[in-house]
């Protein structure tokens, strides 16, 4: 009879466990020196290798040649484990043995001492899904077991195991497998096999089973049973339904040059082609994600899964988005492969969400708008008034504020343009509001040093509240003359010239939030 490649090349003992090198040692330590403990959690993604390691650990401690940590693979205990059918090593599904009344029965039999081999082992898969209730009934036995008794228990989702149940066992979390020892299994496997696989197919399986070595053997086998001895990725990519690198490039130069109709003739393909629609978004975050880290940290780290030809497009790529641009990609991939989940029109969500990209790739940041980064370019910044004589106040604060500006603190700005400066002495002062006090205050190094730079001196900077001012300060200008003035002032601010380039329309009010 047939056996399906994840189970004919399932590890026999610990050396062949792929990417569980922690698990694997510590193991064989505690093994090598005779400290075996009566309870186990091996917790992580599924197919990584749980209950694998679960198995092997019970052939190594009934192994006839005695407990050690490495099985002898021969004599009739370690076969028996191995073909599942040891009287002394009891597997448990726990999705369908979960009740008070099955933990009952388990806890009757641990009573027993061993039919023939050293220790009773318990595997129990699924451990999660054991209620409340027959963990609670469990906690006792697993607190103070017969030394026979070994219980090894399995999950993909360990938050779930009660803290009073996971304090009394040995806690390791399972890693998923690292992509390129999925490629080197199944490279030997299909050696093993006399499959001829392309490298890029490898690659597709191994991309599909996420982190999980059975899935992308299991992939593998189906892989093998449509197209023979011979693997093609072309091939591999239709029958996983794995979305071809042509087609997520095609967003990328779709984004690069701005082309919403690039996006929807792409969209029409794929739905023409019967591509679903939701893991092609999938697909599309993933590409993107490797784009940020080929961005960031290079396309040769560690941190991409992805073959060398892949890293080279991937380089090439990355080069024409700044991280920023990458960043807000990714987040609207997601919020749009979070809304195919459900949507009832897949194809134009789908549509709209791309045209949405090519949309955010055309927004400035505020900073750039105000510094003319827009479309329209921004007046020239006048020139930096000589140190002396001192400018008047007003004038200070305005080219302050428009330094800070210049230099991405936006928030400083702001709170300086709120603020009434004056000068005494060595000091500038700023009267500021009690909401903008807190802003300087964290800041005051930068400003002390624009104002600097600016007076040509050292001077000090002091935040005050407007109520401290001296008596002395210059009487407030009667109201049709302040609007006046305040207007004037505005318009007449590059900062402001340059926003209303950018952006168009009529100031129609200007106030002056420094005024009570």
Known sequence: MYQVIARKYRPRNFAEVVSQDHVQQTRTNALAQGRVGHGYIFAGQRGTGKTTVARILAKCLNCERGAGPEPCLECASCREIAAGSALDVIEIDAASNRGIDDVRELRENVRYRPARDRYKVFIIDEAHQITDAAFNALL??????????????????????????????????????????????MQWICGQEGIEAEPDALAVIALAGD??????????????????????????????????????????????EGSASRMLELVERLAAGGQNLQHFAGELAR??????????VG??????????????????????????DLTRYVQLILNLYRDLQHA????????????????AGRLVSIEEALAGGG???????????????????????????????????QFTADAVEHSRVEEAGGEVIFYAPADQQFVLESDKAAVEKQCEQLLGRRV??????????????SPPPR??????????????????????????????????????
Not at 145 to 159: D, G, K, Q, R, S
Not at 229 to 252: H, I, M, Y
Not at 386 to 408: I, N, T
Request: glycine content about 4%.
């Open 460 to 473: 000090k900077v002091r935040v005050v509240l407007p109520e401290s001012a001296t008596a002395a300060a």
């Open 375 to 409: 479309a329209t370019p921004a007046p020239p910044r006048p020139a930096p008034v000589p140190a002396a004589p001192v400018p008047p106040s007003g004038d200070l604060r305005s080219r302050l504020a428009a330094a800070l500006l210049a230099q991405g603190q």
């Open 211 to 256: 982190g999980s070595i059975r899935d992308s053997l299991s992939a593998l086998d189906q892989a093998i049973a449509s197209f023979g001895k011979t693997l093609r990725a072309a091939e591999v990519r239709r029958l996983l339904g794995v979305v071809g690198g042509e087609a997520l490039e095609e967003v990328t130069a779709a984004l690069a």
């Open 299 to 324: 396309a040769s780290s560690r941190l991409i899964a992805a073959t060398e030809e892949e890293r080279r497009r991937l380089e090439q790529y990355a080069g024409r988005f700044s991280e920023e």
């Open 140 to 185: 006792k036995t697993l607190e103070e077991p017969p030394e026979w008794a070994v219980f090894l228990l399995c999950t993909t989702e360990a938050h779930k195991i009660p803290a009073t149940i996971s304090s009394r066992c040995q806690n390791f979390t399972f890693r998923m497998v690292e992509f390129d020892r999925v490629v080197e299994r």
């Open 287 to 296: 590409y993107f994600r490797n784009l940020l880290v080929a961005r960031t």
């Open 344 to 359: 009832p029109h897949p194809r134009f969500h789908l549509e709209l969400g791309l045209v949405k990209l090519v949309q």
């Open 479 to 516: 109201p049709a003359e302040q609007a006046s003035s305040a207007q004037t002032r505005a318009m007449a601010h590059p900062q402001v010239q340059s926003f209303v380039s950018a952006f168009g329309g009529q100031v129609r009010e200007v106030r002056d939030l420094k005024e009570k």
